[in-house]
């Protein structure tokens, strides 16, 4: 149900941390995690006793770093509610859109949510959906294995769909490649460092025609943190805050084993939809208001049809709509920070941490200029959550 | 070669497709309340929620939906294997479900989403189990 805003208490992201963001790191995932929760307490002036909410995914974490683990080495002494929600990505935004009602409520003071994974030092994430049943017996044996192939199926029928040419749809998706390699130049914890235009991205060989490797997210070692607290609990009155003005979750009726090869609509997301419509409505805020959004881009597909859900084009006008280019600078500047695909994969929970750093106008080079408003969507699934964040 | 990628004791559900496979008979879950064919099989309908279906033989015969060539080995056991088609086949019997499939005797540069396909039956390229794969269905064509 749409919640209000203009209720007495605000929840405000009033902490935010990362740790060094790497292909591979010297340190554990443990000690990445932690020196995200500390620089995030740091961030918002609290000590860790203040945490009296603790929210991460239920999926990923409860089995490399569960909430137990976490609290106990990070001392938050004062924990009296913990949750874990939804799949990885989705999850953590789901935890911030639950976090943030929970302030509202005034049920809690000073919530914790965390997210990090040591992928690219342990292993790739290709064997995560070797849970799921229907696709060890019913596509594996067939070679279908790899997220990237569910992407690459999904490009080459929205191509098919919409009447784009294989050379067009290719220079869509490259051009979203480039844009976000030049985002993360501007970004000092990126993984990428180097340069990336259309041609070299053109002369890539395919990895799962038509995705070429620069249409693949990185793999990655990272941690993030976050802290929402109610207004009166944000230490900074000297710096702006950032409020979580709108949230919506959605979740269709088909199976996380499922969705990827029989979602019904194949080239859309109808999760994202619903959550898009339901954020901006209890936000109360239009796409046309938005100075930037952060979409879960694990391929480049999935930005593309995040945008499409957002409404900032109409389905099967993504491809145009990204050939004209979503860098910073650009009308509605997509992924600032270089995404999953030039700044860290950490399954979107960097997106949260980079909208704040924007709205608090302390995102450097790659700022975008009197940045008010923006929108965080996580994640291409069967479920979706999008965030509307706004500068008060 | 992966075959205990399957188990049959914790499997009951998926099992019928493979035994019906080993006999080139291609099946799909059907409904009994109200016809629907779908993809994966799940406990109830989901079209009508009943509860009361069965695995009914299907015409094996569909057109491609959509298809990727992979070229990058995601798995270390596919690195002799690449590159190779894979394609997710919509049966004529069944509209809405994709078959995720493979597709033989046909170049990639040749193969268009919408073409006619025909089951045959063999291991395909991660398997030791017969499985349908699709060819070319040249009277459809
Ligand atoms: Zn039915």
């Known amino acids: 149900m749409a919640q209000t805003v203009n209720t007495s208490k605000q929840a405000v992201i009033s902490g935010t941390g990362e740790s060094r963001f790497s292909r591979r790191s010297d340190a554990p995932l443990a000690r990445l995690q932690l020196d995200a929760i500390n620089a995030a307490l740091t961030d918002a002036g609290l000590e860790p006793g203040d945490i009296d909410g603790v929210f991460t995914d239920g999926s990923v974490m409860p089995v490399s770093f569960p909430i137990d683990v976490a609290q106990t080495n990070a001392g938050l002494h004062g924990v009296r509610r913990v949750g874990q929600f939804a799949t990885g990505g989705t999850g953590t935004a789901l935890a911030v859109m639950e976090a943030a009602k929970a302030i509202r409520q005034g049920d809690l003071h000073a919530a914790l949510i965390y997210f990090g994974v040591d992928w690219g030092s342990s292993q790739p994430p290709y064997s995560f959906h070797d849970r799921y049943r229907a696709k060890v017996l019913y596509e594996q044996p067939y070679g279908y294995y790899g997220q990237a192939l569910y992407f690459a199926t999904i490009a080459r029928r929205y191509a098919h769909e919409y009447g784009y040419t294989m050379d067009q749809l290719a220079r869509g998706l490259g051009q979203i490649a480039v844009d976000h390699r030049a985002n993360a130049l501007l970004n000092s914890n990126a993984q990428q460092s180097r340069s990336l235009d259309l041609d070299t991205y053109l002369a890539e060989g395919m990895l799962a025609d038509p995705l070429r490797r620069y249409d693949c997210c990185l793999q990655s070692d990272g941690a993030v943190a976050l802290i929402l607290t109610s207004e009166e609990f944000n230490s900074h009155k000297d710096r702006p805050a950032v409020v979580v003005t709108g949230a919506g979750y959605a979740a269709d009726s088909i199976t996380d084993e499922s969705f990827f090869s029989q979602n019904p609509l194949f080239t859309s997301l109808p999760s994202a939809h619903r959550s898009a419509a339901l954020a901006l409505s209890n936000a109360g805020v239009t796409v046309e208001q938005l100075d930037f959004v952060q979409a879960y881009d694990c391929f480049t597909p999935s930005p593309l049809m995040q945008l499409e859900a957002l409404g900032v084009c109409a389905p099967g006008a993504g491809i145009e709509y990204v050939t004209a280019g979503t860098a910073i600078g650009s009308d509605l500047p997509l992924n600032t920070h270089g995404g999953s695909l030039a700044q860290c994969y950490l399954l979107g929970i960097n997106h949260i941490s980079e909208a704040v750093r924007q709205l608090r106008g302390e995102a450097g080079a790659g700022q975008v200029k009197n940045a008010s408003k923006g929108a965080v969507m996580m994640a291409p699934g069967r479920d979706h959550v999008t965030l509307i964040l706004e500068r008060s | ?141």
């Open chain 2, 1 to 141: 070669m992966p075959t205990k990628r399957l188990d049959k004791s914790s499997d009951a559900m998926f099992q019928p497709y493979y035994d019906a496979a080993a006999e080139q008979r291609f099946v799909l879950p059907q409904c009994g309340s109200c016809g629907h064919r779908f993809w994966y099989p799940q406990t109830s309908c989901p079209s009508c929620l009943s509860l009361e279906w069965t695995w009914r033989d299907t015409k094996p015969q569909g057109r491609i939906f959509s298809w990727t060539e992979v070229h990058h080995p995601f798995n270390e056991e596919l690195t002799e294997t690449v590159p190779f088609l894979v394609v997710i086949v919509e049966p004529d019997e069944a509209p809405g479900v994709h078959l995720v499939s493979s597709v033989r005797g046909i170049e990639p540069g040749e193969l268009r989403v919408g073409l006619p396909v025909v089951a045959t039956f063999a291991a395909p390229v991660w398997s030791d189990h017969m499985l349908p794969v699709f060819e070319i269905d040249p009277a459809r064509v």
